[in-house]
């Protein structure tokens, strides 16, 4: 009954791949949220989707795209992945945009790129 | 720029005693604050929030103190126990941007049998 998770946990791979991580929350919140936590440790937040609608797209390369087929998900898809790209992943979630600012966070994904 | 900022990469403190955590801010925008709690290998959890009409906020036995005119605030654990041990992070938001939060950068919390 884990409230946001995300698939997979750890994940290797080359320059130049794409790969996707996914995300899925059983709160019944509106709002989604990708953070990237670089190797520095901060959590820095990358995209947000409010009832799959895109509500906040930081300075992200447009190799990351992110897709929100139904408001209970909300999957990364990176292309052409870069060495810079290596770093923790988090997906999260709230009841909304603006009526809670407490965000439930899922377990990360960490990415290595070689 | 480093909006928010944790300038204690780690803390050490005996099981028992007090834990002040600190987080400073540039932005005076920011009019909501939020403590996290994270162990590895897992994500934040949410502990303690502030909105800046406050300037203190106690939930068991963490206290969270702003002080709007110097941008800081602190977060106060007491006592502290060894199941404390985690990273905290601080983040804030202006209750206009919708869920935008800033972290800061974290502090290692160990907290000593």
């Known amino acids: 009954d884990t409230a946001v998770s995300q698939t997979p946990k750890y994940l290797v791979t080359q320059m130049g791949n794409d790969k996707s991580i996914k995300c899925e929350q059983n709160?019944?919140?509106?709002?989604m949220y990708w953070y990237k936590q670089d190797s520095k440790k901060f959590l820095k937040i990358m995209f947000s989707y409010n009832n799959k609608e895109l509500i906040i797209n930081e300075t992200v390369p447009n190799r990351f795209s992110p897709k929100s087929p139904d408001k209970a998900h909300l999957n990364l898809h990176i292309n052409s992945l870069e060495l810079g790209d290596s770093a923790v992943y988090f997906c999260a979630s709230s009841q909304a945009p603006t009526s809670s600012y407490e965000q439930y966070f899922g377990p990360g994904t960490r990415l290595t790129v070689t | 720029d480093q909006q928010v900022k944790q300038n204690s990469p780690s803390l050490s403190v005996q099981e028992g005693r007090i834990s002040i955590l600190n987080c400073d801010y540039t932005n005076s925008m920011f009019d909501y604050f939020l403590w996290y709690k994270k162990y590895p290998a897992e994500g934040p959890t949410f502990l303690i929030s502030?909105?800046?009409?406050?300037d203190k906020n106690e939930d068991g036995r963490f206290t969270v103190f702003l002080n709007k005119s110097a941008k800081h605030l602190s977060l106060h654990i007491v006592p502290s126990q060894p199941g404390d041990s985690a990273v905290y992070f601080c983040?804030?938001?202006?209750?206009?941007?919708?869920?935008?939060?800033?972290f800061g950068e974290g502090t290692q919390l160990t907290v000593n049998p």
């Open positions: 983040a804030a938001t202006k209750q206009t941007s919708g869920s935008r939060l800033t």
């Open positions: 709160l019944g919140h509106d709002t």
């Open positions: 502030i909105s800046s009409i406050k």
